[in-house]
C-alpha cells in the first residue's frame, strides 16, 4: 500500500495527464467516475463497469446512510466489498443531496436536518458525522461535508454558503481518520464570483487536503460562466493535487474543464440519458425512441468497443426501448459509460502526445457533424431469412 | 448442416437423456428453454444466458408481430441476429396469448381475430399466419397453431377445441417450409381427458411431425393431475421424437416430469420470480425482500456459480431489492436461470449414469429441508473496516 498521491506526467497548457495513487490501486487522470449512488452503478453489473475501463466509482453518503445504512454496510465488510468494486470509491459527503431536499431540511450552523424523500425519518448530517459515515463506508476519498446555493443567488448569501462550508471543513478535516493510501478532498465554493472562490482555496490550503474539488457549479449557470470560474479558480489551486470538478458533465464540458486543469469528473448524464433512450457518440447524440432507428441495421457507433455496439444495432435497441424491456436501459448505459470513458483515454493520450489541441478540435467537430454516413459506416450485409 | 432430429443417448424408466440436432447446434436434453418473450430474456444480456448454460431459447409470435413486427424481424435479418442468439430457437404459435386475451379475441373456425394489449389495433392470427411468422422469424422451431380452454372446463369444450386445434394442426403443416435443421412441433391438446389425449396424439402422429408437444397443461389444473394426464398421454407418444411440455414449471415440476418422459420446458417462473424478489435454490426458495437477510453475508447458494452468487452475498441483494434498483432483478435472474440450467444438467447426469431414481431423491429432500445451516454454510470472515 502506497501513500495517496497524484503524480503528474504530461502537461499541455493547463490541461494535465497523471496518476492518482491510492490505498485500493493507480488511476490515470484525467478521469470519469461512474455514479453509484446507492451501491450500484445503475442497470450495470461491476464486471460491465469494469468493462468500459472504468478506474475509480463513486458512492452517495445521502443515500447510503438512508439504505441501507452507514453502519450496515460497515458490518457487512465496506462498500468496496458490498458492492464488488476493489478499486477506488470515492463518496460526496451527502451536503449537495441534502441541500436539494428544499423544505424537508433545516440548516444550522452546526449542520443539517432532514426527513429521508423514502419514509421521512428525521436524520442529521453534520462534518463530524458525515466523515464518520464515509469512513464507515470504507470510502477511499471521503469529501468534506459542504454547503453550497443554487446559482443564481445574492453575493451576500453566497458568501455567507461558503464561510460556512469552509468552518465545515475544517470540521470535516479534524474528523477525518488519516490513513496510508485513502485521502480527504476539500471543496472550493464560492459560485462564480472569483473573489470568494479565491478566499475559499485559501481557506483549503490553509487546512491542508489531499485533493481539492470544485463544488456548487453546473447548477444553472451555464457553461460559459462554469468556463469562466474554471479559468479564474483552478490556477490558484495546488499544482501537486488532484482537482475533482463535482457533477459535471456533458462530453463537452468534460473537455474544456480538462483544458482548465481538471483531473477528476463525476455525473449521472451518462447513466441517466442511458436509461431514457440517449447515446452519446463520436457524432453527438441519438435519441433510440425515434422512429428513424426502427430498421437501422449500424451500430450505434463504428469505433466502440461496448456490447450494445457490437452484438446489436440500432433497431434493436429501438425496439427494446419502444418495448419498455430493462435491456434497453441496460445496453444504453454501458454504452454511454463506455464512451465516457473512451472519451477520457483520448484526452488523456492526446495530452501525453502533446496533440490535446489538435484532439479536442476533431472532438468538437465530430460532436458538431451529422450521423456517419453511409460511405463511413455501411449498412451490414443481412444474412438470409427464408 | 445436418437433419433435425432427436437422438436417444440413454434412459431410465420413462425418462430420456438425449440429443436435440438442429440447424443452429446441437442442445442436451432434457433442457430448459429461457423465455425470450419480445426478443430479449428479461433483465439479461445474452452472454449471461449463454453463461448460465441454456441451449436453446424461446420467442414468441403475440408479441414480436405486434412489436417489432414479423416483416421487421425478417428484414433486419431474423431472431437469431436480431437479439444476438445464435443457437437454436423455438418460437411459440401465438395461440396461447391470443387465448389469454379474454374479451379482446373473437374465435372463428379459421382462426382468431383480436385486438393487440397494446394499442388496441385489430389483427388475424390463423394456422397459415402463424406458420408464415415462425417462417419470417427464422425459428428453428415452428410451433403450430392451437387453441386451448383454461382448465376446468365441460368435456364436450375441450374435444371441440382439441378436434379444432387437430384440423388447425394439419393447415399449419400444410404451411410449413421444410428446411435442413428446422422443425415443426405439433401439440397435443384433450385437457385433462385421457381418452382425448390419446385421439389428439392419434391426429398428430397421422399428420407426421419432427417433435410433439403436451400443451393445455400447467392452466390450474394443478401437478397431481398434470401428471396424471403426463402418465396417460407420454406413453402414446412418438419414442424417435422430442417431447415438450409447454409452459412448465417449477424445479419439481421439471423433474416429475422427465421421469415421465418429457425431454423440453419452457416457463417463465425463473425469470418472473427474479424480478419480484424470489430465488430458486436446491434448498427451496428465499425471499430476498424479506428482512432476515439484511444483514446475511452469505451467498444464495453454495453450490451456484453464477454472478449473483460468485460476487455477492444475500444482504447485498436484499439491499438492491428494497432500494429498487434495476441490479437486483438483474443478477436474481441470471441465479434463477443458472439454477434451472443447473437442474437439467444434474438430472441429465444422473439419467446417464443410471442414477436418476437416487438423485431425484435427493432433490426432493434438499427441496424440504431447511436453508444451509451455519455448518454447511459458513458465513465468511469480513476484512476489516476501520
Known amino acids: 500500500m502506497s501513500a495517496f498521491r497524484w503524480v503528474c506526467e504530461s502537461t499541455e497548457g493547463r490541461a494535465r495527464a497523471g496518476f492518482l495513487h491510492t490505498a485500493h490501486g493507480v488511476v490515470p487522470t484525467p478521469t470519469f467516475m461512474p455514479v453509484g449512488t446507492v451501491g450500484t452503478v445503475k442497470a450495470m453489473t461491476m464486471d460491465a463497469v469494469r468493462s468500459t475501463g472504468a478506474g475509480i466509482v463513486l458512492g452517495n453518503t445521502y443515500h447510503l446512510m438512508l439504505r441501507p445504512g452507514a453502519e450496515k454496510v460497515r458490518a457487512l465488510g465496506g462498500l468496496h466489498r458490498f458492492m464488488d468494486w476493489k478499486g477506488p470509491i470515492l463518496t460526496d459527503s451527502g451536503g449537495f443531496q441534502v441541500m436539494s431536499l428544499g423544505a424537508l431540511r433545516k440548516l444550522d450552523q452546526d449542520g443539517v436536518t432532514f426527513a429521508s424523500h423514502i419514509d421521512g425519518s428525521k436524520h442529521r448530517l453534520t462534518p463530524e458525522r458525515s466523515t464518520d459515515i464515509q469512513h464507515a463506508l470504507d470510502a477511499t476519498i471521503t469529501m468534506c461535508f459542504d454547503e453550497c446555493p443554487a446559482l443564481p443567488a445574492p453575493v451576500e448569501a453566497i458568501e455567507a454558503s461558503m464561510r460556512l462550508s469552509m468552518r465545515w471543513a475544517a470540521r470535516s478535516r479534524e474528523a477525518f481518520a488519516r490513513r496510508e493510501g485513502y485521502g480527504q478532498f476539500g471543496i472550493v465554493q464560492g459560485g462564480t464570483e472569483l473573489g470568494l472562490r479565491a478566499e475559499s482555496v485559501r481557506a483549503l490550503t490553509d487546512i491542508g487536503f489531499e485533493g481539492y ?14 468556463f469562466a470560474t474554471l479559468d479564474g479558480t483552478v490556477p490558484l ?10 457533477g459535471v458533465g456533458t462530453p463537452d464540458d468534460l473537455l474544456g474543464a480538462v483544458e482548465r486543469g481538471i483531473d477528476m469528473f463525476d455525473c ?29 441495421t449500424r451500430p450505434l457507433s ?12 440500432r433497431a434493436y435497441l429501438h425496439h427494446l426501448f419502444r418495448a419498455n424491456e430493462m435491456l434497453g436501459p441496460m445496453l444504453l448505459t454501458w454504452h454511454n459509460l463506455a464512451y465516457y470513458q473512451r472519451l477520457m483515454r483520448g484526452i488523456r493520450a492526446a495530452i501525453v502526445a502533446g496533440d490535446l489541441a489538435g484532439h479536442a478540435g476533431r472532438l468538437r467537430a465530430g460532436w458538431a457533424s451529422d450521423d456517419w454516413t453511409p460511405d463511413e459506416m455501411p449498412y451490414p450485409d443481412l444474412p438470409p431469412v427464408p
Chains 1, 2 share one sequence.
Open 213 to 226: 474539488a470544485v463544488g456548487g457549479l453546473a447548477v444553472g449557470e451555464g457553461q460559459a460562466l462554469m
Open 237 to 246: 489551486m495546488p499544482e501537486g493535487a488532484p482537482r475533482y470538478l463535482m
Open 302 to 313: 463504428p469505433d466502440c468497443d461496448c456490447l450494445a455496439c457490437t452484438r446489436h444495432d
Open 268 to 296: 449521472v448524464m451518462p447513466t441517466r440519458a442511458g436509461r431514457t433512450a440517449r447515446a452519446y457518440t463520436e457524432r453527438g447524440t441519438l435519441n433510440l425512441r425515434n422512429a428513424r432507428h426502427a430498421l437501422d
